[in-house]
């Protein structure tokens, strides 16, 4: 299973959100990867605060870097999770075929079905807001695996 989360950046939401499925699921044959649909941060370390809160859970993100979102990534991915409405909204207009689209989900819808939540950007919600991340994602993450095991 190749497993993509995505988020506008790719230092915030959706790096921390491919370490914990990472973690939760290295007893499964996974592949997990992140990217932004944005090019702001090419390249660059998950912001620091998803770093710290990555840490406290004894998850690494020092190796990750940011990139992009390709059109080649509806190949290479089983699902796509996007992080927000706005990023969902994004990649369902790159897709071009139904079976592309499919491949779309809401993270959030995972633990509460249909109701098509965001993930909120803590970029500027200070420390609180990472640690408030952390939990939705973790516990998305959780039933991602269940339903996968």
Do not use: W
């Not at 080649?72 to 969902?88: P, S, V």
């Not at 609180?128 to 516990?139: A, E, I, P, R, T």
């Amino acid at each position: 299973m190749k497993i993509l989360m995505v988020c506008l950046g790719n230092i915030c939401r959706s790096p921390l959100a491919e370490g914990i499925l990472l973690t939760k699921g290295k007893h499964l044959n996974l592949e997990v990867d992140s990217a932004g649909t944005a090019a702001y941060h090419i390249g660059k370390q998950p912001d620091i605060r998803s770093i710290e809160i990555a840490n406290k859970y004894t998850i690494d993100l020092n190796q990750k870097r940011a990139r992009q979102f390709s059109r080649a990534d509806f190949d290479k991915f089983d699902i796509i999770y996007a992080m927000d409405t706005n990023n969902y909204t994004h990649l369902i207009s790159l897709a071009s075929s139904e079976t592309e689209r499919n491949k779309i989900r809401m993270i959030l819808n995972e633990i509460n079905p249909n109701t098509h939540q965001s993930v909120p950007d803590p970029y500027y919600g200070g420390k609180n807001g990472f640690q408030d991340v952390y939990n939705m994602l973790n516990k998305a993450c959780e039933k991602i695996i269940k339903n996968i095991e």
